[in-house]
């Protein structure tokens, strides 16, 4: 199910547009002042509205008795500024203090005739207060004007579906007209009111790129009208990058709207910015933010009417259900749309405030996808039942896939081969999906169907296309966190692939698959790592590459997607367009792979080439789950390849954990020298040394190492003195840290390393950063931070308080091929991320180091002081000797009585 929620009306209409300041007294003392809500200003002069609706783009304001009730944001206010109004009642409003600036929001009495900004006692602003009969016959006729574009949105909105398409550009012509009258009359704000719902009707209800690019481009060309409109502009913008599939721009542009309207107090629009921020962090898989965005949105809900409070609902709930299909804690969806539809099919009274039978028949729908969503087939079957057929050619809200979605969920449910053959059919040529979450949706959807008739290789090619727009997804959004939950919610249409190709034999397929998938953030991020140090105009070049080989890939899908709807006769010239198309798309990965000097690997093949074997001697054991709690485990090394499916994990028992994940593979364990390990998801946060193996621990019989399983460093020739750098107990509180660097720089020394040590106090951020990049091996004796949402804000304490971060580490030039960092929490997981989660140590590995030895929770540091003298004093380390010698430096504490902690200290590679 796609996870773009239906866009409300109401919601986006109803941002009004709003005044701009006016002149400030010549002997007021310095103020940054913006009146807000007059009908009309002139001067130091505002024009009350009368009572009653006003036309769209009107910026009156009323509060819910229907009082004038205008807002004046300072920029530069303080706590002691005050508005207050002149006039037989008295009445003040005292200032919210509020991102940078001061808010004063105040319900004006009908005989007050002025407003006054002061600040202690001293007026900053004064504006009188004019009656709506002073206003002209020019702005009689704006009025007029917006009143008609206003009636032929709300006919569009009630038109029947055949005259819904020729109703909505009637209501855009209109329109047109009205923004360059407002446009020609240099009226700002209500020209840029008009300019939003011309991008509305073109985005949203005719999906015109022709006409969308058109409106875009006024809303760029007039960056003048500042506060007054900055939120909705920026809600506009989120909108167009929701759909655009640019997840990670709608997200800002959302938080932006939501910080303009909190500075006006604009409620509704607070309310829409909230609902759509949620829709968009439910899709990044940012479930941590969701609820908060969530709370706001229906905090800011009490500003709307009985339909716009339905609409958002309808629309918040649908971030909801996409968070629980990804395994996200959040409140049901349910009860709130059952309780919405009851309040929708009471309302059969035209004038009642909640009338409104097409939002019923969205919320039915919703409801009835809900249900499909949590198993509750048979209610979602009787919602069906009342709703009409799928309405086609009908652009509003999406509705006809929308229907498609449930009809398909309900077919897989009762197993109706007929209605899945009929469904395929039916959508084979289905319009590009508009963003790339949608895209993948559609290709799960269609790989279900296809698995479920059997025809296994179209199955396949579904799935393998979501991988696909799974993998552009992740070219598209910046390194940051969101990228793993967002994968942990998606890695099924993986899962089903990897299954279906071990079922038939080709178990080295299912492993290609399972590698590129559970490898793919940690990917792309070392691309990103690369593409910082592009000069500008390169950058440009690599984005551009992507951008034609992303398009080569939707268009390669498309093409797959027909070849079941393809007559037999035409088949064979049907399969030469895809040879063809896919000819093409390997020579732009290869241009776009060029640009970062990364070899013929593409940003989204789905090959295994670039990755590399495991070293001769050395047996990879891979775990991917599959669905249903099952996962599948391979073993491959020198050239052999087997895989297993282990069905559940029982992840809280050793013992039991073991015989699934090891005894399967038990011969071919034995006859390695060493193993690595490519653990999935829940599997990281797993001590593998610490499982039993053969009345020991696995640690006892091989070397470990964990791996992200990146493409292998380029070698390149060692430079004539090795340089090292110690860095220890930085903040002074390690009593060990000290006893530690010097036996590890002697150890160095003595094997011909040139030492910088950086010491206490000396441990300072610019010191070791400099350092850093000219070394070969780090080893830092300190203490470790694991913070921030999937990692991002883990970091090295440095001396003064500082740190050095995952950013920092991304962004260093250079970064030593060996790191040692056997400190707390330096290398923790989470079982909520696909990958395992960010860390520091991760970070190095991402930056270009080979090797990383690090603690995945606490450790004792007098115990982490042992393991890491015996790790260098052991003999000559280099990142390939790591991991044996990291056996033996923990064997060597097995005596301790703290040593229970020793298996966290993990040897982690490329």
Not at 385 to 399: C, F, N, T, V
Not at 547 to 553: E, L, M, Y
């Amino acid at each position: 199910m796609s996870p773009r929620p239906w866009i409300s009306l109401p919601l986006i209409l109803a941002l009004a547009c709003a005044d701009g300041s006016a002149e400030r007294d010549a002997h007021a003392p310095p103020a940054s002042a913006t009146l807000l809500g007059c009908a009309a200003q002139d001067g130091h002069a505002c024009v009350r509205p009368i009572p009653g609706p006003a036309a769209r783009c009107d910026p009156a304001r009323r509060d819910a008795e229907g009082r004038f009730t205008p807002v004046v944001w300072v920029d530069d206010g303080t706590s002691s500024d005050t508005l207050a109004v002149e006039g037989d009642t008295p009445a003040r409003a005292e200032a919210v203090v509020l991102d940078g600036g001061v808010r004063l929001e105040l319900a004006v009495p009908e005989d007050a005739h002025a407003l006054v900004l002061a600040r202690s006692g001293v007026v900053l602003e004064r504006w009188t207060l004019r009656d709506p009969d002073m206003r002209g016959a020019t702005d009689d006729a704006v009025r007029a004007l917006d009143a008609r574009a206003d009636l032929r949105f709300r006919e569009a909105d009630a038109a029947d579906v055949a005259e819904r398409g020729a109703a909505w550009r009637a209501a855009l012509e209109v329109t047109e007209e009205a923004w360059a009258s407002a446009h020609a009359r240099g009226d700002r704000l209500r020209a840029r009111c008009h300019v939003r719902r011309g991008m509305f009707v073109a985005l949203e209800r005719l999906g015109d790129p022709a006409a969308l690019e058109r409106w875009t481009t006024r809303l760029d060309d007039d960056a003048t009208s500042g506060i007054a409109t900055a939120g909705a502009d920026a809600y506009a913008r989120g909108l167009v990058a929701q759909r655009l599939g640019d997840l990670q721009a709608a997200a800002a542009l959302f938080r932006a709207a939501e910080a303009g309207a909190a500075r006006i107090a604009d409620r509704k629009l607070a309310a829409a910015a909230s609902g759509q921020l949620a829709a968009v962090l439910a899709s990044l898989g940012r479930d941590d933010e969701i609820a908060a965005a969530l709370e706001r949105a229906e905090a800011a809900a009490t500003a709307l009417d009985c339909r716009q409070w339905l609409h958002m609902l309808n629309n918040t709930s649908w971030s909801r259900v996409v968070l629980g299909e990804a395994g996200g804690a959040t409140d049901d969806p349910l009860p709130g749309l059952a309780d919405a539809l009851l309040v929708l099919d009471a309302a059969d009274d035209p004038e009642d405030a909640c009338h409104d039978p097409r939002l019923a028949e969205h919320v039915r729908l919703g409801l009835a996808l809900v249900a499909a969503a949590e198993g509750a087939f048979g209610w979602a079957e009787q919602l069906r039942e009342g709703l009409p057929s799928a309405p086609e050619g009908d652009g509003d809200d999406d509705a006809a896939r929308w229907h498609g979605e449930l009809d398909r969920r309900i077919a897989l449910a009762r197993g109706d081969r007929g209605a899945l053959v009929e469904h395929v059919v039916l959508h084979a040529r289905d319009a590009d999906p508009d963003t790339l979450d949608a895209a993948w949706s559609q290709a799960w959807g269609r790989g279900q169907i296809y698995e479920a008739l059997g025809a296994t290789e179209d199955a396949l090619g579904a799935y393998d296309g979501a991988e696909r727009t799974l993998s552009t997804m992740m070219l598209q959004l910046e390194f940051d966190a969101g990228r793993d939950r967002l994968l942990l919610g998606r890695q099924r249409s993986a899962g089903r692939s990897v299954a279906l190709r071990v079922a038939a034999g080709d178990a080295t397929g299912g492993l290609c698959v399972a590698r590129n998938a559970r490898a793919r953030t940690s990917r792309v991020l070392d691309r990103s790592a690369r593409i910082a140090s592009l000069s500008a105009g390169r950058r440009r070049e690599w984005a551009a590459a992507v951008a034609a080989h992303a398009q080569g890939i939707r268009d390669l899908d498309a093409l797959r997607s027909e070849r079941w709807s393809v007559p037999v006769d035409r088949r064979a010239a049907h399969d030469q367009r895809i040879a063809a198309l896919e000819a093409e798309t390997r020579a732009t990965s290869r241009a776009a792979a060029k640009l970062l000097g990364a070899g013929e690997s593409a940003p989204t093949d789905a090959t295994c080439d670039g990755l590399g074997a495991p070293d001769v001697g050395t047996l990879a054991l891979l775990y991917f789950p599959v669905g249903d709690d099952a996962w599948m485990g391979f073993a491959f090394g020198d050239g052999v390849v087997t895989a297993r499916r282990l069905g559940a994990l029982p992840l809280t028992d050793p013992t039991r954990l073991a015989e699934r994940l090891l005894v399967p593979f038990a011969a071919q364990i034995d006859r390695a020298r060493s193993l690595l390990v490519l653990p999935t998801g829940a599997l990281w946060t797993v001590s593998f040394a610490a499982l039993p193996w053969r009345d020991e621990t696995l640690l006892d019989a091989k070397p470990i190492a964990l791996g992200l399983d990146l493409a292998p460093l380029r070698t390149t020739a060692a430079p004539e003195q090795r340089r090292a750098l110690v860095v220890a107990d930085p903040r002074g509180n390690l009593p060990a840290a000290a006893h530690e660097a010097e036996r590890v720089g002697a150890a160095l020394r003595a094997d011909a390393w040139s030492v910088t040590m950086l010491l206490g106090a000396d441990a300072r951020a610019e010191l070791v950063r400099e350092a850093l990049t000219r070394s070969e091996l780090l080893h830092y004796a300190g203490h470790g931070e694991h913070a921030g949402l999937e990692g991002w804000q883990g970091a090295l304490q440095l001396a003064d308080g500082a740190r050095l971060g995952v950013d920092d580490v991304l962004a260093l030039a250079n970064v030593p091929r060996l790191v040692v960092l056997p400190a707390c929490d330096t290398a923790p997981s989470e079982r909520t991320t696909q990958g395992g989660d960010m860390n520091i140590a991760r970070a190095f590995l991402l930056a270009g180091a080979q090797t990383v030895v690090a603690a995945q929770g606490p450790i004792d540091d007098e115990l982490a002081a042992r393991i890491a003298i015996a790790l260098h004093e052991g003999g000559p380390l280099d990142p390939d000797t790591t991991p044996a010698r990291l056996r033996d430096a923990l064997l060597s504490v097995r005596d301790d009585p703290r040593g229970v902690s020793a298996a966290r200290v993990v040897a982690l590679v490329r």
